[in-house]
T-cell receptor
């Protein structure tokens, strides 16, 4: 069981570039989500999905897109990167008891 | 709006003592509350979950209490060890149903246990 995996671990983008952060889980969890973590802010929910084909916005969705074509994968797309999107991004899936399993994170810098 | 506060940014204690971390919330009655541990450069790791109708939960040296009248959860680590040094995050879930995975996190308390 790999749990929740994320790629890449680190990424540097220039303002205006786009990219996709990958997330996959092998636990057959229906619910998956993306958070960003900034110093002094705590983790904030970007988007979430309650199952394949269903996504919804969290607290800070602007500038990000998601899709969920399979149970396993939940990619996060940055459409046009901005310096304000410099952050650490965590993907998570929810177990049957409500506990969340987080990936190792992607550290993104936008210059 | 929903607010969740962890009272201390940092807590320093001596090995063997009990660490007590506090989490307070306002404006909502959460369905349940969770505690996570986060080490530098890593994702949060789930520790304990306590539901609104539960007063206390234990797991090995960890204990969580949940007081819905005070709107407060306390997280205790007994017989603390240097390996317990980490940042501990409190998170609450407002609803059951489809959005029950939507966690609202506190900013965390960084615990340092000195030998």
């Amino acid at each position: 069981n790999a749990g929740v995996t994320q790629t890449p671990k680190f990424q540097v983008l220039k303002t205006g570039q786009s990219m996709t952060l990958q997330c996959a889980q092998d636990m057959n969890h229906e619910y998956m989500s993306w958070y960003r973590q900034d110093p002094g802010m705590g983790l904030r929910l970007i988007h979430y999905s309650v199952g394949a084909g269903i996504t919804d916005q969290g607290e800070v969705p602007n500038g990000y897109n998601v899709s969920r074509s399979t149970t396993e994968d939940f990619p996060l797309r940055l459409l046009s990167a901005a310096p304000s999107q410099t952050s650490v991004y965590f993907c998570a899936s929810m177990g049957w008891g409500g506990e969340q399993y987080f990936g190792p994170g992607t550290r993104l810098t936008v210059t | 709006s929903q607010k969740i506060e962890q009272n201390s940014e940092a807590l320093n204690i001596q090995e063997g003592k009990t660490a007590t971390l506090t989490c307070n919330y306002t404006n909502y009655s959460p369905a349940y509350l969770q505690w996570y541990r986060q080490d530098p450069g890593r994702g949060p790791v789930f520790l304990l979950l306590i539901r609104e109708n539960e007063k206390e939960k234990r797991k090995e040296r960890l204990k969580v209490t949940f007081d819905t009248t005070l709107k407060q959860s306390l997280f205790h680590i007994t017989a603390s060890q240097p390996a317990d040094s980490a940042t501990y995050l409190c998170a609450l879930v407002r609803d059951y149903g489809g959005s029950q995975g939507n966690l609202i996190f506190g900013k965390g308390t960084k615990l340092s246990v000195k030998p």
